[in-house]
């Protein structure tokens, strides 16, 4: 079982993933702006972050920027999720510290697969 931090401030993208998530082991937490999301990934370490760009307080990128500047929260695995889709927002995203883009609306399958590749990989390099 893995804890997944989401972090988005739209409540109707927070239920499509809830949903999607409430057949699988995982734990969910969620918060609504890029400071909370912060402290929460600060005060109880997730797996995996799953970053919405265009927050309110601090805004995706900026929130992965600090997190990848924490030694104890870079290894978390950071997948943006977001409705920027331009040309270079993926690049943006990735040089900000995120692991993986995905661009709004989603298949339900494409977040579930990605989510798999990341907590995969970051299990086993814990094991090394």
């Known amino acids: 079982m893995a804890r997944i931090l989401?972090?988005?401030?739209?409540?109707?993208?927070?239920?499509?993933?809830?949903?999607?998530?409430?057949?699988?082991?995982?734990?969910?937490?969620?918060?609504?702006?890029?400071?909370?999301?912060?402290?929460?990934a600060m005060a109880q370490i997730p797996d995996l972050i799953l970053l919405d760009i265009q927050l309110p307080v601090l805004s995706g990128y900026e929130v992965a920027e600090r997190l990848k500047a924490e030694d104890r929260l870079r290894h978390i695995p950071?997948?943006?999720?977001?409705?920027?889709?331009?040309?270079?927002d993926h690049d943006k995203a990735l040089a900000a510290g995120c692991d993986d883009y995905i661009a709004k609306p989603y298949k339900p399958q494409e977040?579930?697969?990605?989510?798999?590749?990341?907590?995969?990989?970051?299990?086993s390099s814990d094991d090394d």
């Open 78 to 88: 950071v997948i943006a999720i977001t409705s920027y889709a331009l040309s270079g």
């Open 111 to 123: 977040l579930m697969d990605c989510l798999a590749r990341h907590l995969e990989s970051a299990s």
């Open 6 to 40: 989401h972090i988005e401030d739209n409540p109707s993208n927070r239920k499509v993933v809830r949903y999607l998530l409430r057949a699988t082991p995982h734990d969910l937490i969620e918060a609504v702006n890029g400071q909370q999301g912060l402290e929460m």
